[in-house]
């Protein structure tokens, strides 16, 4: 799914790690770098590296419990979440809404696009 992202993006010689984890795991890294003492379910750790692009850590408890939620997959759920990460490793960003949270939406559908054409998601 990650490179199918970054392909798709344009980052195909570009590399992210990818860490699955539980609520616990991910509350722990959320409180430890954002001050928020809750589990989320996705963080991304950029590396300001034109190959390395950064780390995406996922919560499989919160892509579970989202997925029954949003009536998806769970491989599709992990595949929003992953592209998801991989586009705020890249700059996007939806927190103060607006412009620049619709830009991230659309491109995050349009990816979840390509992974569903693909079969991954």
Do not use: W
């Amino acid at each position: 799914m990650a490179e199918t992202v970054l392909k798709g993006l344009g980052y195909s010689d570009c590399e992210v790690s990818i860490f699955l984890t539980g609520d616990s795991g991910i509350r722990e890294l959320n409180r430890k770098y954002r001050n928020k003492d809750k589990p989320t379910d996705v963080l991304s750790f950029p590396m300001n590296d034109p190959y390395m692009l950064g780390d995406v850590v996922i919560s499989v408890e919160r892509a579970g419990a989202q997925a029954e939620s949003f009536e998806v997959t769970v491989d599709e759920e992990l595949g929003r979440l992953i592209t998801h990460g991989i586009l705020h490793l890249i700059g996007y960003d939806h927190v103060n809404g607006g412009r620049q949270a619709r830009k991230m939406r659309e491109r995050e559908t349009e990816l979840m696009g390509v992974l569903k054409k693909s079969g991954l998601a």
